[in-house]
Protein backbone atom coordinates (compact mmCIF):
# COMPACT_ATOMS: atom_id res chain seq x y z
CA UNK A 1 0.00 0.00 0.00
CA UNK A 2 1.03 3.42 -0.85
CA UNK A 3 2.24 6.04 1.67
CA UNK A 4 -1.32 8.16 0.75
CA UNK A 5 -3.18 5.29 1.00
CA UNK A 6 -1.63 4.67 4.36
CA UNK A 7 -2.50 7.75 5.79
CA UNK A 8 -5.76 8.41 4.04
CA UNK A 9 -6.91 5.06 5.65
CA UNK A 10 -5.67 5.71 8.88
CA UNK A 11 -7.12 9.28 9.09
CA UNK A 12 -10.80 7.38 7.92
CA UNK A 13 -10.54 5.04 10.68
CA UNK A 14 -9.66 7.45 13.03
CA UNK A 15 -12.45 9.78 12.48
CA UNK A 16 -15.10 6.62 12.37
CA UNK A 17 -13.11 5.25 16.13
CA UNK A 18 -12.97 8.66 17.33
CA UNK A 19 -17.25 9.03 16.77
CA UNK A 20 -17.57 5.55 18.04
CA UNK A 21 -15.55 6.31 20.99
CA UNK A 22 -16.99 9.47 21.71
CA UNK A 23 -20.72 7.98 21.26
CA UNK A 24 -19.72 5.48 23.67
CA UNK A 25 -18.22 7.51 26.45
CA UNK A 26 -21.59 9.21 26.33
CA UNK A 27 -23.73 6.28 26.40
CA UNK A 28 -21.38 4.62 29.35
CA UNK A 29 -21.61 8.03 31.66
CA UNK A 30 -25.46 7.31 30.76
CA UNK A 31 -25.70 4.29 31.97
CA UNK A 32 -23.70 4.55 34.66
CA UNK A 33 -25.74 7.45 35.79
CA UNK A 34 -28.97 6.00 35.23
CA UNK A 35 -27.49 3.14 37.60
CA UNK A 36 -26.71 5.23 40.04
CA UNK A 37 -30.13 6.54 40.01
CA UNK A 38 -31.96 3.52 40.11
CA UNK A 39 -29.76 2.77 43.33
CA UNK A 40 -33.04 3.42 45.42
CA UNK A 41 -35.46 1.27 43.93
CA UNK A 42 -33.53 -1.68 45.21
CA UNK A 43 -34.12 -2.82 48.67
CA UNK A 44 -31.48 -5.57 49.51
CA UNK A 45 -27.57 -4.27 50.03
CA UNK A 46 -26.04 -7.12 47.93
CA UNK A 47 -27.99 -5.48 45.10
CA UNK A 48 -27.17 -1.99 45.80
CA UNK A 49 -23.51 -2.74 45.71
CA UNK A 50 -23.35 -4.92 42.82
CA UNK A 51 -25.30 -1.92 41.27
CA UNK A 52 -22.60 0.44 42.73
CA UNK A 53 -19.56 -1.92 41.34
CA UNK A 54 -21.60 -1.75 37.51
CA UNK A 55 -22.06 1.88 37.98
CA UNK A 56 -18.00 2.82 39.32
CA UNK A 57 -17.26 0.35 35.66
CA UNK A 58 -19.54 2.53 33.67
CA UNK A 59 -18.04 5.71 34.32
CA UNK A 60 -14.37 4.27 34.29
CA UNK A 61 -15.43 2.63 30.59
CA UNK A 62 -16.37 6.29 30.11
CA UNK A 63 -13.38 8.37 30.69
CA UNK A 64 -11.20 5.54 28.37
CA UNK A 65 -13.56 5.74 25.93
CA UNK A 66 -13.28 9.90 26.15
CA UNK A 67 -9.13 9.68 26.04
CA UNK A 68 -9.69 7.38 23.01
CA UNK A 69 -11.73 9.89 21.08
CA UNK A 70 -9.16 11.94 21.98
CA UNK A 71 -6.10 10.06 20.69
CA UNK A 72 -8.32 8.97 17.62
CA UNK A 73 -8.85 12.88 17.03
CA UNK A 74 -5.53 13.87 17.09
CA UNK A 75 -4.51 11.40 14.38
CA UNK A 76 -7.14 12.24 12.48
CA UNK A 77 -6.06 15.50 12.93
CA UNK A 78 -2.16 15.21 12.24
CA UNK A 79 -2.52 11.77 10.46
CA UNK A 80 0.96 11.18 12.33
CA UNK A 81 -0.05 8.48 15.58
CA UNK A 82 3.23 8.26 17.05
CA UNK A 83 3.51 11.18 19.07
CA UNK A 84 4.41 11.66 22.57
CA UNK A 85 0.61 12.62 23.38
CA UNK A 86 -0.70 9.61 21.46
CA UNK A 87 1.80 7.53 23.84
CA UNK A 88 0.85 9.19 27.10
CA UNK A 89 -2.87 8.93 26.44
CA UNK A 90 -2.12 4.85 25.31
CA UNK A 91 -0.68 4.81 29.08
CA UNK A 92 -3.77 6.37 30.58
CA UNK A 93 -5.90 4.29 28.93
CA UNK A 94 -3.99 1.29 30.20
CA UNK A 95 -4.20 2.58 33.92
CA UNK A 96 -7.84 3.48 33.52
CA UNK A 97 -8.20 -0.12 32.72
CA UNK A 98 -5.67 -2.13 35.45
CA UNK A 99 -8.28 0.40 37.69
CA UNK A 100 -11.33 -1.14 35.82
CA UNK A 101 -10.06 -4.67 36.77
CA UNK A 102 -10.16 -4.10 40.39
CA UNK A 103 -11.50 -0.51 41.56
CA UNK A 104 -15.29 -2.12 40.64
CA UNK A 105 -14.97 -5.25 43.04
CA UNK A 106 -12.96 -3.66 46.16
CA UNK A 107 -15.77 -0.98 46.05
CA UNK A 108 -17.89 -4.20 46.66
CA UNK A 109 -15.48 -6.08 48.08
CA UNK A 110 -15.09 -3.58 50.77
CA UNK A 111 -18.75 -3.81 51.76
CA UNK A 112 -19.74 -7.46 51.28
CA UNK A 113 -16.70 -9.25 52.05
CA UNK A 114 -13.79 -10.84 49.66
CA UNK A 115 -14.47 -14.22 49.17
CA UNK A 116 -18.03 -13.27 47.48
CA UNK A 117 -16.65 -11.76 44.54
CA UNK A 118 -13.86 -12.09 42.15
CA UNK A 119 -11.21 -9.40 43.00
CA UNK A 120 -9.68 -9.16 39.31
CA UNK A 121 -11.99 -8.40 35.90
CA UNK A 122 -9.30 -10.79 34.48
CA UNK A 123 -10.93 -9.18 30.48
CA UNK A 124 -10.18 -5.69 31.77
CA UNK A 125 -6.43 -6.88 32.84
CA UNK A 126 -6.02 -8.19 29.69
CA UNK A 127 -6.42 -4.78 27.88
CA UNK A 128 -4.69 -2.99 30.25
CA UNK A 129 -1.46 -5.09 29.14
CA UNK A 130 -2.34 -5.21 25.91
CA UNK A 131 -2.41 -1.32 26.06
CA UNK A 132 0.50 -1.13 28.05
CA UNK A 133 2.24 -3.21 25.38
CA UNK A 134 1.26 -0.94 22.35
CA UNK A 135 2.62 2.08 24.14
CA UNK A 136 6.34 0.87 24.12
CA UNK A 137 5.95 -0.37 20.53
CA UNK A 138 4.37 3.51 19.99
CA UNK A 139 7.88 4.77 21.80
CA UNK A 140 9.57 2.76 18.68
CA UNK A 141 7.47 4.10 16.14
CA UNK A 142 7.97 7.44 17.69
CA UNK A 143 11.81 6.96 16.90
CA UNK A 144 11.35 5.76 13.53
CA UNK A 145 9.25 8.46 13.12
CA UNK A 146 11.72 11.34 14.37
CA UNK A 147 14.60 9.65 12.17
CA UNK A 148 12.14 9.67 9.13
CA UNK A 149 11.58 13.21 9.63
CA UNK A 150 15.03 14.45 10.41
CA UNK A 151 16.60 12.48 7.17
CA UNK A 152 13.77 14.68 4.94
CA UNK B 1 15.89 4.77 25.41
CA UNK B 2 17.62 4.33 22.20
CA UNK B 3 16.11 1.62 19.32
CA UNK B 4 17.87 -1.29 20.49
CA UNK B 5 16.80 -0.68 24.12
CA UNK B 6 13.44 -0.38 22.87
CA UNK B 7 12.97 -3.63 21.10
CA UNK B 8 14.57 -5.54 23.59
CA UNK B 9 12.14 -4.35 25.49
CA UNK B 10 9.03 -4.99 23.58
CA UNK B 11 10.85 -8.88 22.62
CA UNK B 12 11.03 -9.14 26.55
CA UNK B 13 7.06 -8.06 27.50
CA UNK B 14 6.03 -10.11 24.51
CA UNK B 15 7.55 -13.04 26.22
CA UNK B 16 6.13 -12.19 29.03
CA UNK B 17 2.46 -11.74 27.90
CA UNK B 18 3.21 -15.15 25.99
CA UNK B 19 3.83 -17.03 28.88
CA UNK B 20 0.64 -15.21 30.63
CA UNK B 21 -1.58 -15.91 28.13
CA UNK B 22 -0.76 -19.84 28.29
CA UNK B 23 -1.53 -19.54 32.05
CA UNK B 24 -4.67 -17.91 31.11
CA UNK B 25 -5.62 -20.61 29.09
CA UNK B 26 -5.00 -23.12 31.67
CA UNK B 27 -6.93 -21.81 34.11
CA UNK B 28 -9.83 -21.09 31.58
CA UNK B 29 -8.96 -24.64 30.27
CA UNK B 30 -9.31 -26.30 34.58
CA UNK B 31 -12.25 -23.49 35.56
CA UNK B 32 -10.60 -21.18 37.76
CA UNK B 33 -13.05 -18.64 36.59
CA UNK B 34 -16.19 -19.70 38.23
CA UNK B 35 -18.26 -16.68 36.28
CA UNK B 36 -17.94 -18.63 32.82
CA UNK B 37 -19.05 -21.48 34.46
CA UNK B 38 -22.20 -20.47 35.94
CA UNK B 39 -22.98 -19.35 32.41
CA UNK B 40 -22.67 -22.82 31.15
CA UNK B 41 -24.98 -24.00 33.62
CA UNK B 42 -27.42 -21.81 33.04
CA UNK B 43 -27.28 -22.23 29.54
CA UNK B 44 -28.00 -26.15 29.99
CA UNK B 45 -30.87 -25.52 32.18
CA UNK B 46 -32.45 -22.52 29.85
CA UNK B 47 -31.71 -24.23 26.65
CA UNK B 48 -34.63 -25.49 24.27
CA UNK B 49 -34.54 -28.24 21.40
CA UNK B 50 -35.15 -24.57 19.27
CA UNK B 51 -32.45 -22.13 20.36
CA UNK B 52 -30.63 -22.21 17.65
CA UNK B 53 -29.36 -18.40 18.03
CA UNK B 54 -28.03 -19.86 21.41
CA UNK B 55 -26.03 -22.64 19.53
CA UNK B 56 -24.93 -20.34 17.22
CA UNK B 57 -23.40 -17.32 19.56
CA UNK B 58 -21.74 -20.11 21.37
CA UNK B 59 -20.19 -22.00 18.50
CA UNK B 60 -18.80 -18.09 17.97
CA UNK B 61 -17.46 -17.76 20.77
CA UNK B 62 -15.97 -20.58 21.39
CA UNK B 63 -14.58 -20.82 17.70
CA UNK B 64 -13.42 -16.84 18.07
CA UNK B 65 -11.75 -17.74 20.94
CA UNK B 66 -9.73 -20.39 19.46
CA UNK B 67 -8.84 -18.51 16.70
CA UNK B 68 -8.08 -15.24 18.78
CA UNK B 69 -5.88 -17.31 21.07
CA UNK B 70 -3.69 -18.94 18.32
CA UNK B 71 -3.43 -15.40 16.37
CA UNK B 72 -2.35 -13.80 19.65
CA UNK B 73 0.42 -16.39 20.33
CA UNK B 74 1.08 -16.00 16.69
CA UNK B 75 1.83 -12.40 16.85
CA UNK B 76 3.51 -12.23 20.61
CA UNK B 77 5.65 -15.04 18.90
CA UNK B 78 6.32 -12.88 16.26
CA UNK B 79 6.91 -9.86 18.23
CA UNK B 80 9.73 -11.80 20.46
CA UNK B 81 11.52 -12.87 17.37
CA UNK B 82 11.43 -10.95 15.06
CA UNK B 83 14.22 -7.55 14.39
CA UNK B 84 10.65 -4.68 14.39
CA UNK B 85 7.29 -4.93 15.35
CA UNK B 86 6.14 -3.21 12.23
CA UNK B 87 6.06 -6.05 9.55
CA UNK B 88 2.96 -6.87 6.74
CA UNK B 89 2.66 -10.67 8.89
CA UNK B 90 2.08 -8.90 12.57
CA UNK B 91 -0.40 -5.98 10.52
CA UNK B 92 -2.29 -8.62 9.35
CA UNK B 93 -2.16 -11.20 12.35
CA UNK B 94 -3.38 -7.31 14.47
CA UNK B 95 -6.18 -6.85 11.83
CA UNK B 96 -7.62 -10.52 12.53
CA UNK B 97 -7.31 -10.21 16.53
CA UNK B 98 -9.39 -6.93 16.24
CA UNK B 99 -12.14 -8.70 13.70
CA UNK B 100 -11.95 -12.22 16.31
CA UNK B 101 -12.55 -9.48 19.38
CA UNK B 102 -15.26 -7.71 18.01
CA UNK B 103 -17.11 -11.02 16.54
CA UNK B 104 -16.77 -12.49 20.27
CA UNK B 105 -17.90 -9.62 22.49
CA UNK B 106 -21.42 -9.42 20.45
CA UNK B 107 -22.08 -13.11 20.06
CA UNK B 108 -21.26 -12.90 24.00
CA UNK B 109 -23.69 -10.28 24.47
CA UNK B 110 -26.09 -12.39 22.14
CA UNK B 111 -25.71 -15.00 24.72
CA UNK B 112 -25.84 -13.86 27.87
CA UNK B 113 -28.85 -11.96 26.27
CA UNK B 114 -30.36 -15.55 25.46
CA UNK B 115 -29.30 -17.36 28.84
CA UNK B 116 -29.68 -14.34 31.55
CA UNK B 117 -32.46 -11.89 29.98
CA UNK B 118 -29.23 -9.50 30.63
CA UNK B 119 -27.69 -6.93 28.12
CA UNK B 120 -23.99 -6.77 29.20
CA UNK B 121 -21.77 -5.48 27.19
CA UNK B 122 -17.87 -5.02 27.79
CA UNK B 123 -15.09 -2.77 26.16
CA UNK B 124 -13.58 -6.00 24.51
CA UNK B 125 -15.37 -4.77 21.20
CA UNK B 126 -13.35 -1.56 21.91
CA UNK B 127 -10.27 -2.91 22.09
CA UNK B 128 -10.88 -5.04 18.77
CA UNK B 129 -12.06 -1.62 17.08
CA UNK B 130 -8.92 -0.35 18.06
CA UNK B 131 -6.37 -3.51 17.08
CA UNK B 132 -8.22 -2.65 13.69
CA UNK B 133 -6.90 0.81 13.92
CA UNK B 134 -3.49 -0.35 15.01
CA UNK B 135 -3.45 -2.91 12.43
CA UNK B 136 -3.25 0.86 9.94
CA UNK B 137 -0.92 2.64 12.40
CA UNK B 138 1.55 -0.56 11.89
CA UNK B 139 1.18 -0.68 8.21
CA UNK B 140 2.19 3.60 8.80
CA UNK B 141 5.02 2.02 10.89
CA UNK B 142 6.48 -0.65 8.52
CA UNK B 143 6.85 2.31 5.88
CA UNK B 144 9.11 4.07 8.62
CA UNK B 145 10.77 1.07 9.39
CA UNK B 146 11.67 0.60 5.52
CA UNK B 147 12.53 4.07 5.33
CA UNK B 148 14.72 3.55 8.17
CA UNK B 149 16.60 0.30 6.83
CA UNK B 150 17.28 1.68 3.68
CA UNK B 151 18.78 4.95 5.26
CA UNK B 152 20.99 2.98 7.61
Redesign the interface.
Known amino acids: ?I?ST??E??KS??LA?MV??AL?ALLSAAVGAADLMGLGKLEDDFSKKMMIKTAVSNFI?AV??AV?AVI?YR?FISGR??THGNIMAVRVIAVL?LL?SAVPSLVVGAALGFAKT?IIG???L??A??F???A??M???N???T??DE?L | MDKKQLTRKIKRISHISLIAMVVYVVLNIIGFFPEKRSYMLNFKEHSLPGNITGAISLAAVFFCAIAGFVTAFMLLNDLSKKRTPFTLRICNLLRNLGVYFIIIEIAKAVFIFIVCREIRIELFWFAGLVLYAFSLVFRHGKRLQKQSDETL
Open positions: MKVEKISSIISGGILAFIPFFNSAGAFNVLFFFEIRYGLLQEST
